[in-house]
């Protein structure tokens, strides 16, 4: 066998040795625990729990007008946006009909009254007579039966002719309240039937400086919201204004959909400026919870989990239960919490190695985290995350030797 030449040897010995300097120099390359990884120091402050959801801005009487009478637009006396006054007239109708009815009951009135004044001359004229015995006793009752039907059928007539005049009344619509016109739904020479509904011809906002919001919270958040709360509420329409309102009313009668149940909740709303329209969509939220002066961590905190290459010290491997916007207790329809304790971890670089701190929590406000109970104080620095945008070599990708 030929053993290999001196020179291959110490070609060999060489490829080794540069190869063992690239492996040192790029371990040496490889960051720090402190540049790895991102850090920010719980402190402590005050810290507000909100509920949010959307609702729609409505007056807070907004009356329909419609017509008791059918017929054809005559007139209109007002528009969109008009201020009306009540008993001010909104239209008119085409009273043809409405008239010609009415004239014939009066004409059926002046007929009635002939009627009852012959009834009455004959219950005369019968009553004289049988006084002398000259006609029955029969003939008599006949008499006055005929008086009293003609005075029914003259009550009749007068009642028919009542009712003709208010249907002739009903021909002129009026508003009924004081406040705006925000809706018109007919137009001129437009036909209206009045059967068995209602049509609604104009819409008219009482006073739009006090508005509510009708809105609905899921039953994990309804729990929080009383009656008198102050509410903070934004509209795309004035997206840098904050308005302010309060809790008027929660509704007992819940609604499910698709096994999710909410409570509706009335918010009333200042509107002295009316800049706030009928429709528009209203973005709430209520601060369910405040605490002053209480240690806090980022929610970024209670969701960093360690990679494999990196398991914190002292941790058996298993999930740590997650917290806040990734922990224990998940968000809520409405943007709230279901509870406002629970437990969670964080980690902390201990000796250059990640440590994995219990801590109790409290509640949160999106952004950062209630700390109740724990090893954790105020000034430690947690890990957030991990910097992407570093020189070390990527988990597998250290450096390659091309084998010839």
Do not use: C
Request: hydrophobic residues 40%; positive net charge; without cysteine.
């Amino acid at each position: 066998m030929k053993l290999p030449s001196r020179r291959t040897l110490l070609t060999l010995a060489a490829i080794l040795i540069s190869a063992a300097g690239m492996v040192y120099w790029w371990q040496g390359r490889a960051p720090s625990p402190e540049q790895r990884f991102k850090q920010q120091e719980a402190v402590v402050g005050d810290i507000t729990q909100n509920v949010s959801a959307n609702g729609t801005l409505s007056p807070v009487t907004l009356v329909n007008v419609g017509t008791q009478v059918s017929g054809t637009v005559k007139k209109l006396h007002v528009d969109f946006n008009d201020a009306v006054k009540a008993g001010q007239v909104l239209a008119e109708l085409d009273d043809t009909v409405l008239a010609a009815a009415a004239g014939q009951s009066e004409a059926s009135i002046a007929s009635a009254k002939a009627s009852l004044d012959l009834a009455q001359a004959n219950e005369v004229r019968i009553r004289s007579l049988f006084a002398e015995e000259y006609v029955s006793r029969q003939e008599l009752d006949q008499a006055v039966q005929a008086k009293k039907a003609a005075e029914a059928a003259l009550r009749l007539a007068r009642a028919q002719n009542d009712r003709d005049r208010a249907n002739l009344g009903y021909s002129v619509i009026r508003s009924p309240v004081s406040g705006v016109v925000v809706d018109r739904q007919i137009d001129v020479g437009q036909t209206v039937a009045a059967s068995f509904q209602t049509p609604v011809l104009f819409k008219i906002a009482q006073d739009l400086q006090q508005m509510q919001i009708y809105t609905s919270f899921a039953e994990a958040d309804i729990g929080g919201i009383k009656v008198g709360q102050p509410v903070r509420f934004n509209v795309d329409a004035f997206p840098n204004r904050q308005f302010k309102g309060s809790v008027k009313q929660l509704r007992l009668n819940p609604t499910t959909t698709q096994n999710v149940v909410t409570y509706n909740v009335v918010v009333e709303v200042e509107n002295p400026d009316q800049a706030l329209l009928p429709g528009m969509t209203a973005y709430v939220n209520i601060a369910v919870a405040h605490r002053k002066e209480v240690l806090t961590v980022p929610n970024a905190a209670l969701r960093f989990r360690p990679p494999a290459d990196a398991a914190a010290a002292g941790a058996s491997g298993k999930e740590t239960p997650r917290a806040a916007d990734g922990g224990g207790t998940p968000p809520r329809q409405g943007g709230g919490r279901k509870r406002d304790s629970g437990s969670g971890t964080v980690h902390v670089l201990a000796d250059g190695k990640l440590k994995a701190v219990q801590v109790g929590i409290g509640i949160t406000d999106n952004r950062v985290t209630e700390i109740t109970s724990g090893e954790l104080k105020a000034g430690d620095r947690v890990i957030i995350g991990e910097n992407l945008s570093t020189d070390a070599p990527a988990a597998g990708n250290g450096p390659r030797m091309r084998m010839f």
